[in-house]
C-alpha cells in the first residue's frame, strides 16, 4: 500500500517561508518523479513543483518566481518544498504527489500522477 505523509504546514507571516515534507512508503521512492500541488477553494488544483525520479531535472510553475526549491532525498523516501517570500496568495492547501510511472520525467498535470498525500494547510497572514 503506498502512502504518502505530508507535514510542515502552518501560518506564516507575508514575506516568511515554510518547508513541506512528504514521505513516501510503500514503493521504490527512487524510481518516480515527485511533484508539489496547491489547491484553493473553488479552483483546480495547479502545479507548485516537480522533480523527476533522479533528482537531476525540475520544474516551477511560473508564479514561483524563484522563491521555492524542491528536492528529495533518497534515504529518508522524503520530498521537500522550501518556500521562501509567501504572499497571501499562497494560502492554500498543498498535496504531494507520485508519479504513475516509474522513471518518468515529471508533468505539471494532476492526471500525471497516481498517489496523493492529504494535504497540508498553508496559510499567509499579511
Known amino acids: 500500500q503506498v502512502q504518502l505523509v505530508e507535514s510542515g504546514g502552518g501560518l506564516v507571516q507575508a514575506g516568511g517561508s515554510l518547508k513541506l515534507s512528504c514521505t513516501v512508503s510503500?514503493?521504490?521512492?527512487?524510481?518516480?518523479?515527485m511533484a508539489w500541488f496547491r489547491q484553493t477553494p473553488g479552483k483546480e488544483r495547479e502545479v507548485v513543483a516537480f522533480i523527476n525520479w533522479s533528482g537531476g531535472s525540475t520544474y516551477y510553475g511560473d508564479f514561483v518566481k524563484g522563491r521555492f526549491t524542491i528536492s528529495r532525498d533518497g534515504a529518508k523516501n522524503t520530498v521537500y518544498l522550501q518556500m521562501n517570500s509567501l504572499q497571501s496568495e499562497g494560502t492554500a492547501v498543498y498535496f504531494c504527489?507520485?508519479?504513475?510511472?516509474?522513471?518518468?520525467?515529471?508533468?505539471?498535470?494532476?492526471?500525471?500522477?497516481?498517489?496523493w498525500g492529504q494535504g497540508t494547510q498553508g496559510t499567509v497572514a499579511s
Open positions: 510503500g514503493r521504490t521512492f527512487s524510481s518516480y518523479s
Open positions: 504527489t507520485s508519479s504513475q510511472d516509474a522513471l518518468y520525467s515529471g508533468g505539471n498535470y494532476a492526471l500525471d500522477y497516481a498517489y
